[in-house]
């Protein structure tokens, strides 16, 4: 493993690095969904495993005893099944919250119930159906006002709350979003990085034009496997160092990556695992004179040089961009979509930036 100086460097870029990838799951985005505390996430990862101490997981480990669960009218064993999903108690939550939405037997979040567990076997505390269900709506709660802070209050009882949130519709707009001209003799570079997944086979794509949208230069390449910053990285490196080749200076850079043009700002920290490219691109600032941020739809050439490049695995085809590259010289616009959500953006623009 490559190591560097600036030791910026966290557990997780580590371990994309050494890790094996496997198959995407659709258990496990769902399991590791970002909305979800991670608690919770891990809990539902033991839970999934047989990893919980119930008394059946401990049997396993040679720790036998007597098992008997308080949590119903008739007492079972105490199992990861019974407790969670077979007994009585389980079957009352499931259908509490599953029955008013035509959903049978599928749950929500676990951790409440164990909590529960617990305070009945350590602290002698029997919590009924009523206030199992107000801790999982309190948590439901919490969680939606985490992440919709424009919401002021929901409804507390479930019914309306499923309701309520079932009703939701994003406002959508459009906006006109085009390539933007240069003045005077500043030439602008345009990149872009394809990425089939984070990571997997992936390409870049650039092209360089003078103020009236003229092509200068372009170029498709294929990167093998890397990960979308990665990518994007390279491209920026490879298309500065071509056009510095060319004799082509006052470079005006403008790509859709927020991430790159945080890091070429010093607006954010530096991956360690691109940190070497950004160096070589610091070292190479004296041909920059602005580095800024477009819309995806105003880099329509370089996106489709690159999806050229991560399928073909040539550095040749530059036929395919040409009649993006006419559009934008005549200035025609593309359609941007913004979907909003209570008040909430999810359109990003960043102002172009001195280098």
Not at 52 to 62: E, I, R, S, T, Y
Not at 234 to 256: N, P, Y
Not at 323 to 340: E, S, W, Y
Request: glycine share 8%; hydrophobic share 40%; aromatic share 10%.
């Amino acid at each position: 493993m490559e190591t560097v100086s600036i030791g910026r460097f966290t557990l997780r870029s580590a371990f994309q690095l050494v890790r094996r990838h496997a198959n995407r799951s659709f258990m496990s985005r769902r399991l590791w969904h970002p909305m979800l505390p991670l608690k919770i996430s891990f809990f539902l990862l033991r839970l999934l495993h047989g990893h919980l101490p119930v008394d059946c997981g401990l049997w396993k480990f040679g720790v036998h005893g007597a098992s008997r669960c308080g949590c119903c009218p008739f007492p079972d064993i105490k199992s990861v099944e019974h407790v969670f999903a077979e007994g009585d108690m389980a079957s009352r939550v499931w259908h509490f919250f599953g029955d008013p939405v035509g959903i049978s037997w599928t749950g929500t979040s676990f951790c409440v119930r164990l909590a529960a567990w617990n305070s009945m076997r350590y602290e002698g505390i029997q919590v009924g159906l009523d206030r199992l269900c107000n801790l999982v709506m309190s948590d439901l709660l919490e969680l939606f006002a985490l992440y919709f802070k424009q919401r002021r209050s929901f409804p507390v009882a479930w019914v309306q709350f499923y309701a309520d949130i079932s009703r939701w519709v994003p406002r959508v707009s459009y906006t006109l979003v085009r390539w933007s001209r240069l003045s005077g003799d500043v030439l602008k570079l345009n990149t872009d990085e394809c990425s089939k997944s984070n990571p997997g086979v992936s390409g870049e794509g650039g092209v360089l034009r003078d103020r009236g949208g003229s092509l200068l230069l372009a170029f498709s390449c294929h990167l093998g496997q890397a990960t979308s910053v990665q990518a994007e990285v390279r491209a920026q490196l490879f298309g500065v160092k071509v056009c510095v080749q060319r004799g082509f200076g006052r470079l005006d850079i403008e790509l859709d990556s927020v991430i790159l043009v945080h890091i070429l700002l010093g607006k954010a920290g530096c991956p360690w695992s691109v940190y070497h490219e950004i160096q070589q691109l610091f070292e190479l600032k004296e041909h920059v004179s602005r580095v800024g941020h477009c819309l995806r739809q105003a880099n329509q050439v370089a996106d489709v040089l690159s999806n050229v490049g991560c399928a073909h695995g040539r550095e040749v085809i530059y036929t395919l961009a040409r009649g993006a590259m006419c559009l934008d010289r005549i200035g025609f616009p593309f359609v941007k979509r913004i979907v909003q959500d209570h008040e909430v953006s999810v359109a990003c623009v960043l102002e172009p930036t001195s280098y």
